[in-house]
């Protein structure tokens, strides 16, 4: 924390930059800042431009909401794969997960982020709507709510069933061998496979 | 507290989580034995945690804690009461966690507060057994007894006239009724119903149950509701997140969601959330 007056400007930005990363402390945007300071000019312009075409090629399928380079992205455009289920995921990552586990042939929908009372993040803050104008088309016959196991991810849940539920739409969700708790994006394979087959309804 | 050993065990209930790096969370425990604090649960969210599942909110934990330099450290946590029902139902969930978050802004860091403790566990077994919004009401009015901004119910909270039996204004700066003679001097307020005033009154000696068992309708449920949110309002410093979410619930309600009949909409423009 103690960047005296002494430091560049530059670097006390770099620094500053790094803290506001989530996960990275004070000392390890220090380390990071001065890494980047003794790398050759190449590598350091190299990841600037990583960041920035992050930020400018890198949008939201206007359909999943996933992100994409092309729009509708891969998924939505895929013709193999089965347009009448929906996999309602909290991020980007989830979708990775769940298509590394193989067990899932279906279409997706990302919410960025879930409701969490407890942070006031309500349903505006997600991307919930969008799914209630998808199911509008009338194609989709199921929603599976893949939300993390927390309370939160419990409820997402049960305020998109709320939301769909009354419109027929079947809302099945997540549930064998996904303890409470459990993100995602960290479980095995198997287990997640086997959560997709049991999965049952809301 | 005075013992400075380096770990302790109590019980407590989990008020808040937040995550931090890949897999730890920072818990909130509201305790018995050793008031409120926070602790880091290490690997909490990774598939192997055994502690995972034990530490989510509105469980009532056991807890073994190691001392640290500046967090303390869960190093076994097994729950007591997972209050699986109220977790399962969104509208009791959001009640457990109002409540949560009330028990959360009332109270200090490691200062036990037992009288407390045992009114949210009473609360949070109220709710999972079924009980309605009325529970949250007990626990608001119970909360400021004691904490000391006991509601004046009996006596005007300026002049401490005795009030006649009528429709009365209650004031949440000035501490509760307010009698016809003082209303001026009252900052704000609103009109409370005979039946309300009842109501609360009956709710300072009566059980938890008792009061949930009372039998109100929803134009009583509502005017509760906003006295006691005036009551409770003053005594904090800016507004709560569970309130805010619920406000937030209420208007997407609005929204008209799915309706069995719905019709192709425009799809490129989606629905914005109210203002
Ligand atoms: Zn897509
Ligand atoms: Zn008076």
Redo the contacts between chains.
Sequence with gaps: MAEGSSTPEPIQRLVESFHRL??IGPKSAQRLAYHILRTSEQEASALARAILDVKQRIRLC?QCMNITESDPCGYCRDERRDRSVVCVVEQPLDVLAIERSGGYRGLYHVLHGV???????????IHV??L??R????EIQEVIMATNP??EG??TA??VQ???G????KVTRLARGL?????LE???DV?LARALEGRQEV | MTDRSRSYSTEGIVL??RN????DSILTLFSLHEGKFDAVARG????K?RM???????TRVQVHVARGRSLDVFTQAETIEAHRAL????ER??LA??C??LADRFTIDRVEQRPIYELLVDVFHALDGGASAQAARYFELHLLAITGYEAQLDACAVCRQKLPEEETLISGPAGGLVCRACRPAASSGRILSVRAVKVLRYGRTATIHQFDNLRLDDTLERELRAALGDLVRPVLDREL??T??????E??DR?P????N????D??N??P?EP
């Design positions: 989530p996960g206007s409701l969490s009372p407890m942070d006031g993040i309500g349903p505006e803050h709507r969008e209630v104008v199911l509008q088309a009338g927390s309370l419990e409820a049960m305020y709320r939301l769909i009354p419109a027929g739409v303890p409470s708790g459990a993100d960290y479980t095995d287990t | 808040r989580r931090i790096g890949e897999a909490v969210r990774k598939a945690s995972r599942g034990h530490l989510e909110p509105l977790k399962a139902d969104l969930m959001n966690l109002y949560a978050e997140n569970t805010r979410y619920m406000d937030a619930l208007r997407a929204i969601a799915l309706s069995p719905h019709v192709q909409s799809q490129s989606p629905v959330p």
